[in-house]
């Protein structure tokens, strides 16, 4: 099974209980950042630019866990920044744990492997490690030498210690699919749990241009969508079917909902016009239908899972032959 049991378990119910209930909106991934200080400034990276003036903010711990009770759904992703520079993240990560929730730490690698000394595996948690090609492009994009050999021995040692592990790659408009191919087999061989890919977004505070526009990436992701079938992807076959340009998917800015220092930042993930101070006020006050491409120009390039994956989830049960896909995709 791609998933463990649990999570799929979990998954499921949530859904079902909100369907049941008639929730319209309701969110699926807590996306938490504690922090936005990080020990890297990646090229295409918009949070050390937009949070460039509260960066030495940090979140208190208290603030944290009533983020994850605040917010209902059952899978938090620890980002940032970079996460593991959080002085309490040990203590998070347990409190959420306790919480019943189920954790993808997100983390650039550079600090794992001395980070597993005080951890101890869980069937709930995840190491999601940004990986972006073979070492000299890695090295590059993230403007740090060695930074792709250090990452690579925090994930051989994670595996060693019995932790989940997967990998997220960003294609950018020169990225060579080849490479991440390569790629992808050596992770594999290793034994990383399986792969994310997902398009970069053009973040306006980033003027380099890393980015794809929507029909650079429906031809890059064909591609991807063949490599697909050889590796164990943990994006969705129905968002790679949407990202090769086969099917049409509105956003679901809702879907991730994001907690950062500043509060509840909405409309998305990637986009920030205010902050609110509660899940509920950025729920019910947010005007949801100004967003989403063809109505907010920001949007018009994004193709992003944060925004699209949580799509596919009220896509599946429209079609028998999409249940059956994601049925079959999830057991093999």
């Not at 997967?166 to 061989?189: G, P, R």
């Amino acid at each position: 099974m791609r998933f463990p049991l649990r999570l799929n378990y979990d998954l499921t119910r949530y859904i079902i209980a909100n369907k049941l209930r008639k929730v319209e909106k309701f969110p699926l991934v807590l996306m938490l950042e504690p922090t936005h200080l990080c020990n890297l400034a990646c090229s295409g990276c918009g949070r050390i630019r937009e949070y460039a003036d509260t960066m030495q903010e940090m979140m208190s711990l208290d603030d944290c866990l009533k983020s994850v009770d605040e917010c209902p759904a059952p899978v938090v992703t620890i980002t940032g920044g970079e996460p593991l520079l959080y002085p309490q993240i040990n203590e998070l990560i347990q409190g959420t744990l306790d919480r019943g929730k189920h954790i993808y730490l997100c983390t650039n690698g550079l600090l794992l492997e001395k980070a597993l000394d005080s951890m101890k595996p869980h069937p709930n948690f995840t190491f999601n490690i940004h990986m972006d090609g073979l070492e000299e492009t890695h090295d590059r994009i993230l403007e740090r030498k060695g930074a792709f050999k250090i990452a690579m021995e925090g994930i051989r040692k994670a595996k060693q210690k019995g932790f989940r592990v997967c990998t997220n790659t960003t294609i950018f408009k020169e990225t060579d699919l080849m490479e991440i191919e390569m790629l992808f087999t050596h992770l594999e061989e290793m034994g990383v749990d399986g792969l994310l890919v997902a398009p970069g977004f053009g973040y306006e505070a980033v003027g380099e241009k890393l980015f794809l526009e929507r029909r650079d990436i429906e031809r890059k992701f064909a591609d991807v969508y063949e490599m697909s079938k050889k590796h164990r992807f943990f994006s969705t076959p129905m968002y790679l079917r949407f990202l090769k340009g086969e099917k049409k998917l509105e956003c679901t800015p809702w879907g991730n909902p994001t907690r950062n220092t500043q509060g509840w930042k909405a409309p998305c993930y990637l986009i920030t016009d205010t902050h609110y101070p509660s899940f509920k006020e950025m729920m019910e006050k947010t005007d949801w239908d100004r967003y989403g491409v063809g109505k907010d120009p920001r949007c018009a390039q994004c193709m992003m899972h944060c925004g699209f994956e949580p799509t596919v989830v009220g896509e599946i049960g429209k079609s028998w032959k999409d249940i059956w896909e994601m049925f079959v995709w999830n057991l093999t």
